[in-house]
Nanobody, 125 residues
């Protein structure tokens, strides 16, 4: 069964940190582009970070310098280290996989085919 399962969400105060994990089964994270997305209530899903097969990373301007995407090919797991969290980071976070290799629109949700179920991140003041 091909699936992505996120974990590591929770509640934290502003300025705190969380580390999200995304475990892949039936799918190899090293062979495809992987990304993290988030969706806040009443807002569209947005891309925050992605990593290509070559390990090159991309970030949205709103999270650059605070969130770090990485992957462990041996563990077949994707990570998102979240530091200096702000209340506006509150959202459901999803990991996703894309078979499209190009960097064009790499943070666009529309180019990702496989999605996890999401994990809630809540940042309080």
């Amino acid at each position: 069964q091909v699936q992505l399962v996120e974990s590591g969400g929770g509640s934290v105060q502003a300025g705190g940190s969380l580390r999200l994990s995304c475990a892949a089964s039936g799918y190899t994270v090293s062979s495809t582009r992987m990304g993290w997305f988030r969706q806040a209530p009443g807002k569209e899903r947005e891309g925050v970070a992605c990593i290509g097969r070559d390990g090159i990373t991309m970030y949205s301007d709103s999270v650059k310098g605070r969130l770090t995407i990485s992957k462990d090919n041996a563990m077949n797991t994707l990570y998102l280290q979240m530091d200096s969290l702000k209340p506006e980071d509150t959202a459901v976070y999803y990991c996703a996989a894309s078979t499209i290799a190009s960097n064009e629109n790499a943070l666009s949700p529309s180019r990702y085919e496989l999605w996890g179920q999401g994990t809630q991140v809540t940042v309080s003041t």
